[in-house]
């Protein structure tokens, strides 16, 4: 059974930093892309970082490029989100998802909560 | 960037009716699309990819179709657990975006 568990979240003050964690399971973790999508308190999903499964090359929206940035440990099977310089709209539910360039977010863990407020 | 219009972003509908969601790509996104269902406090479940492609476990009610910039999400004799929030996804290119999302409940 594929799992992935997300672990760090909390609360933080604006202008910190903070790294979430991503546990895989149930597949091979280096063959995959994968990546990071947030869901702000009612609203809707955005996708937030992705990284390749070997070279790791990574991708980002204008909205976190710069700050944040997505890495692997393809022998541990852990995805990582480093969040720096965070501000309140970085508010939300984010989310580790397997990403398939063929078929897009094919699974995602249970999401872990983010909240930047003083 | 690719913008995904989707439509309705509320919709209400009968037990057994058939019920249609769509999403416009702003550039012909090459079938690269994908729809989600998510229910509440839940993370989003994938069911449909390439457009018309059912996911694994995806009861048969759901397709999809659609190509370029146009596709659809179908739903053929709507069950009360199909209720929950829908969003379409272009992974044509980064940046990846997601449709604003249809909140789908029963009448």
Known sequence: EIQLVESGGGLVQPGRSLKLSCAASGFTFSNYYMAWVRQAPKKGLEWVATISSSDNRTYYPDSVKGRFTISRDNAKGSLYLQMNSLKPEDTATYYCARHEPLTGLDYWGQGVMVTVSS | ?107
């Open chain 2, 1 to 107: 960037d690719i913008q995904m219009t989707q439509s309705p972003a509320s919709l209400s509908a009968s037990l057994e009716e058939i019920v249609t969601i769509t999403c416009q790509a702003s550039q012909d996104i090459g079938n690269y699309l994908s729809w989600y269902q998510q229910k509440p406090g839940k993370s989003p479940q994938v069911l449909i990819h390439s457009a018309v492609s059912l996911a694994d476990g995806v009861p048969s009610r759901f397709s999809g179709s659609g190509s370029g910039t146009q596709y659809s999400l179908k739903i053929n004799r709507l069950q009360v657990e199909d209720t929950g929030i829908y969003y379409c996804l272009q992974y044509y290119s980064a940046p990846w975006t997601f449709g604003g999302g249809t909140k789908l409940e029963l009448k």
